[in-house]
């Protein structure tokens, strides 16, 4: 069985698909997919699908489950390089791809994630503000 390369590009892991999606491709994917996560500590997973003319909806459910892996893993996930044919055929089979973000291709994907990043580093921490301090009287 053929196995999906995954490219470790700074922060980013980069999931070029360039083989058919079969079940046990996409499968696996996944599973290669977490344990790089975990072993790198990436917080960005790119996955390019500019090669793929078709995908059907066990392919583009398997998308949806690797985002919410790799979100559950503080991995934030951007799909790039859909073709036209296959969006639509996405939205004609009912799947949103919920958690997924989208980019036209590689170089926009990479600027969406550095730019969700920088603004999660912005964040101010959330240390101790929903305890609240009891007033303090005096007779």
Not at 67 to 96: C, H, N, Q, W, Y
Request: aromatic share 0%; glycine share 6%; net charge negative.
């Amino acid at each position: 069985m053929e196995r999906v390369p995954i490219l470790k590009i700074g922060d980013i892991l980069l999931v070029s698909i360039q083989i058919d999606m079969e079940d046990q491709v996409a499968l696996q994917l996944q599973e290669d997919l977490a344990d790089r996560i975990v072993a790198t500590g990436c917080h960005g997973v790119i996955i390019d699908i500019s090669a793929l003319d078709i995908v059907d909806s066990f392919v583009g459910r398997t998308l949806a489950t690797i985002a919410a892996i790799s979100k559950v893993l503080d991995a934030d996930t951007v799909v790039v390089g859909m073709r036209p044919a296959v969006a639509i055929t996405l939205v004609e089979l009912g799947l949103s791809l919920p958690g997924i973000r989208t980019a036209l291709n590689v170089e926009l994907g990479m600027e969406l994630l550095a730019r969700e990043r920088s603004e999660d580093d912005e964040e101010p921490a959330d240390e101790g503000d929903d305890i609240e301090t009891p007033a303090v009287t005096t007779p």
